[in-house]
């Protein structure tokens, strides 16, 4: 059963803690992304991955960090440096090339600062 | 810059009634336009995509109508479900290898039964 799993469903974080969302794909898709959903703005892309040991910052990266040392993984960690972290992440993935490149989404992990 | 502007914000309609949301954009190097569906605690999926060489898509009761001289594009449900009762994104990409996806801000959409 393909899919995109992410992990924690939800992740509570004590202040200048910081804490790695998991994300894992079986889709062999290429490029992944992470996403923060905030409510009423929509999704806001923080980092993507087009290749294994490659990554591009997105429109929110600060405070924010990943790694993609498999294809089908794409960890984020939430650093200190993020002054907001309370939201929806999620993690998308899709293949590389071509136009309708459908992006597919895991279930998301809610964070929460304490 | 938001390169995607969706509206309304939220949307209430009665069962059996048309759902309308309108998309704008900016970069004229978009050339896929997706709108995603979803749920309370969930990713979103894929519903309808739509690229700018055609002026509409149609998938069962939902539709896109692009209009790509304005640079606008919209999502029509028809005979609108209780189960049609989500959060609707559209979205945009453009060139490149990477493609990652400019989202709107989302509309919540209500259907009374």
């Known amino acids: 059963d393909g899919g995109i799993t992410q992990s924690p469903k939800y992740l509570f974080r004590k202040e200048g803690q910081n804490v790695t969302l998991s994300c894992e794909q079986n889709?062999?898709?290429?490029?992944m992304y992470w996403y923060r959903q905030d409510p009423g703005q929509g999704l806001r892309l923080i980092y993507y991955s087009q290749i294994v040991n490659d990554f591009q910052k997105g429109d929110i990266a600060e405070g924010y960090s990943v790694s993609r040392e498999k294809k089908e993984s794409f960890p984020l960690t939430v650093t200190s440096a993020q002054k907001n972290p309370t939201a929806f992440y999620l993690c998308a993935s899709s293949r590389t090339g071509g136009v309708n490149t459908e992006a597919f989404f895991g279930q998301g992990t809610r964070l929460t600062v304490v | 810059q938001q390169q995607v502007k969706q509206s309304p914000q939220s949307l209430i309609v009665q069962k059996g009634g048309i759902s309308i949301i309108n998309c704008a954009y900016e970069n004229t190097a978009f050339d896929y336009f997706p709108w995603y569906q979803q749920f309370p605690g969930k990713g979103p999926a894929l519903l309808i995509a739509?690229?700018?060489?055609?002026s509409e898509k149609k998938e069962g009761r939902f539709t896109i109508s692009f209009n790509k001289s304005a640079k606008q594009f919209s999502l029509h449900i028809m005979d609108s479900q209780p189960g049609d009762s989500a959060t609707y994104f559209c979205a945009a990409s453009g060139r490149g290898s990477a493609r990652q996806l400019t989202f709107g801000s989302g509309t919540q959409l209500t259907v009374l039964p």
């Open positions: 739509i690229r700018p060489d055609v």
């Open positions: 889709l062999n898709h290429d490029a």
